[in-house]
């Protein structure tokens, strides 16, 4: 089945460890987003990336980085400079096109808790 | 992208037809209106979208008002499982950028 699979679901780390969530697709996408969500709030974004070694900040990149290696791959790594990482994240996918709109396509996340 | 307004919170009853509102009346020509729904802990789910005219598809129907600057989501025969956020986003097509989440309005379905 093509998605978007992300893991793990939870994941638990102590204050001051980087670590790192991943991110994978077979829908042959183009673009991918990772997003982070906080209780009782809509979605933010964190970084986009279009293309294969590309990416772009988003609203809140700071304490964050992403790579993008591969086409089907978009890991973000939450830094310890990130002073509230505690949160739910997201990451989705979507194919680019000259015409006609797109939907995003999204994994089922991964909670993260920071002790 | 437009900026959305949508209701906080809502209740319907189960069998009945839900109609989820939203504003945006700063839209422009080329940007589309979708409407994505996200149960507790999970990803959201994208339902529809539309340009201009009204939309049905499996899941529900979009229906824009003829000025665009306002639209209505339509979950014909709500269930249980229907209770979830509702957004409802404004982008154009060419975006590659994000989709931009606002609060949502939260659906509950009751039996």
């Known amino acids: 089945d093509g998605g978007i699979t992300q893991s793990p679901k939870y994941l638990f780390r102590k204050e001051g460890q980087n670590v790192t969530l991943s991110c994978e697709q077979n829908?042959?996408?183009?673009?991918m987003y990772w997003y982070r969500q906080d209780p009782g709030q809509g979605l933010r974004l964190i970084y986009y990336?279009?293309?294969?070694?590309?990416?772009q900040k988003g609203d809140i990149a700071e304490g964050y980085s992403v790579s993008r290696e591969k086409k089907e791959s978009f890991p973000l790594t939450v830094t310890s400079a990130q002073k509230n990482p505690t949160a739910f994240y997201l990451c989705?996918?979507?194919?680019?096109?000259?015409?006609?709109?797109?939907?995003?396509?999204f994994g089922p996340g991964t909670r993260l808790t920071v002790l | 992208d437009a900026k959305t307004t949508q209701p906080p919170s809502m209740d319907c009853a189960e069998g009945r037809a839900a109609n989820l509102p939203c504003n945006h009346s700063?839209?422009?020509?080329?940007?589309?209106v979708y409407w994505y729904r996200q149960i507790h802990s999970q990803g959201p789910q994208y339902i529809i979208h539309?340009?201009?005219n009204n939309e049905t598809n499996e899941m529900a129907s979009l229906i824009i008002t003829e000025d665009r600057k306002s639209s209505t989501l339509i979950l014909p025969h709500a269930t249980l499982r229907d209770t979830a956020v509702y957004y409802c986003?404004?982008?154009?097509?060419?975006?590659?950028?994000?989709?931009?989440f606002g609060s949502g309005t939260q659906l509950t379905v009751l039996p």
């Open positions: 989705a996918s979507r194919p680019l096109g000259t015409s006609g709109a797109h939907e995003q396509f």
């Open positions: 829908l042959n996408h183009d673009a």
């Open positions: 990336s279009q293309i294969v070694n590309d990416f």
């Open positions: 700063t839209i422009s020509g080329n940007e589309y």
């Open positions: 539309g340009l201009k």
């Open positions: 986003i404004v982008t154009s097509s060419g975006s590659a950028r994000q989709l931009t």
